[in-house]
Nanobody, 123 residues
């Protein structure tokens, strides 16, 4: 059981970079797949990126592939989302989540969720 807590959000301009952090307090952090989702106002929550337990595999939404990088530091119980070349379309609340699966791509595949951190990319 883990409790994810996101940080690092804020307001940036298009083209800027930002790194989000998610500390997932709890035992056996390395046994959870971790993922990032985002939700724009009035929109459904969507998958952004995921990393498998032990960091064996990663996956990204097509909309962020080549710009975002997910990584994890199991010694710090932390997962990161490095976001480069940010676009206004990236604006939304970003959520960190943990999954009992080897890796997850759907919202229902995740068991524990953070409260989210706001990312706003201005034009």
């Amino acid at each position: 059981q883990v409790q994810p807590v996101e940080s690092g959000g804020g307001l940036v301009q298009a083209g800027d970079s930002m790194r989000l952090s998610c500390k997932a307090s709890g035992r056996l952090f390395s046994t959870y797949a971790m993922g990032w989702f985002r939700q724009a106002p009035g929109k459904e929550r969507e998958f952004v990126a995921a990393i498998a337990w032990l960091a064996r595999n990663t996956d990204y939404a097509d909309s962020v592939k080549g710009r975002f990088t997910i990584s994890r530091d199991n010694a710090k119980d932390t997962v990161y989302l490095q976001m480069n070349s940010l676009k206004p379309e990236d604006t939304g609340v970003y959520y960190c989540a943990a999954s009992h699966r080897d890796i997850g791509y759907r919202e229902y595949e995740y068991n524990y969720w953070g409260q989210g951190t706001q990312v706003t990319v201005s034009s």
